[in-house]
């Protein structure tokens, strides 16, 4: 995808951060560092939001039978079940299909990005 469309997608995706319709968002990442960093940058954006931290993907997937977040940040190196197993379920599901999802890598391959976007 063009560079200038994850830029859209991005700016898209701020705003729905920052409206007051979002108040639950769930972060699934195994490194609690990150965690810690995107939290601290929700709550300085927004703080009336509620962050739920998860840090493996069997959990995320439990969590969403019983809580629908407005928002999912998913990484996709996780332990327990990784980023990409988590998005293709969610994805398949009718209820869990309509959650925004956020999904990101500190390891930067372009491959799983394209992934991503495609499921």
Partial sequence: MPEDHHLSEANKITMKILSPQVSQVVMA??????????????YNLAPHIMVT?????????????????DLLFLDMNMSGGSGMQCLETIKKDPLL???PVIVYSNAGMQH???QAYRS
């Fill in 29 to 42: 990442d195994d490194d609690v560092e990150e965690c810690y960093i995107l939290k601290t940058i929700l």
């Fill in 53 to 69: 931290t998860l840090h493996d993907g069997d959990r995320l997937l439990e969590f969403t039978k019983h809580m629908l977040p």
């Fill in 112 to 114: 799983q990005i394209d």
């Fill in 97 to 99: 299909s309509r959650m």
